[in-house]
């Protein structure tokens, strides 16, 4: 039976009537109307589905919305503006990083967040960081240097 929650989402409140065990990633696409985050594997193994839930990286696609609660989510879309792009944006773009381009996701999310705790991080503390999250294109070195010029843009 489908339940009213209040999701807010990059600082906007968006009310959805859903079932309270349904994955956010499918609330914030088909409810919120967001093209980030992706639908890649389903369990949580790949990141595509990558989103910050109080800060902290989560896997939408086996977060059921009833345990988001008054949590802030964050998305891509609202990590940085075309105005003003996260550092990790910039780097990204700066890297040339993109391929396909469906795998951005998870990969700027989970480092967004990791670069908010370690300001300085190492290339083996990167790589560890990111771990467990795939690109099908083989991006992986462009990624670990955008992730290291996103970290000396942010001091």
Known sequence: MN????L???GTAHA???????PLLYALRNDVGLNNPHFGCGLAQCGACTVHLDGQPIRSCITPVSAVGDGKIVT???LGTPEKP???QTAYVEEQVPQC???????IMTAAAFLS???KPSEAEIKEALTGLKCRCGTHMAILRAVKRAS????
């Open 16 to 22: 959805v009537e859903v079932d309270p065990d349904m």
């Open 101 to 107: 381009g469906y795998c951005i996701n998870g990969w």
């Open 117 to 119: 705790e370690k300001k």
């Open 8 to 10: 807010n989402v990059n």
């Open 86 to 88: 996260h550092p990790l």
């Open 152 to 155: 000396e843009m942010m001091g």
């Open 76 to 78: 891509l879309a609202g």
């Open 3 to 6: 339940q009213r929650f209040s």
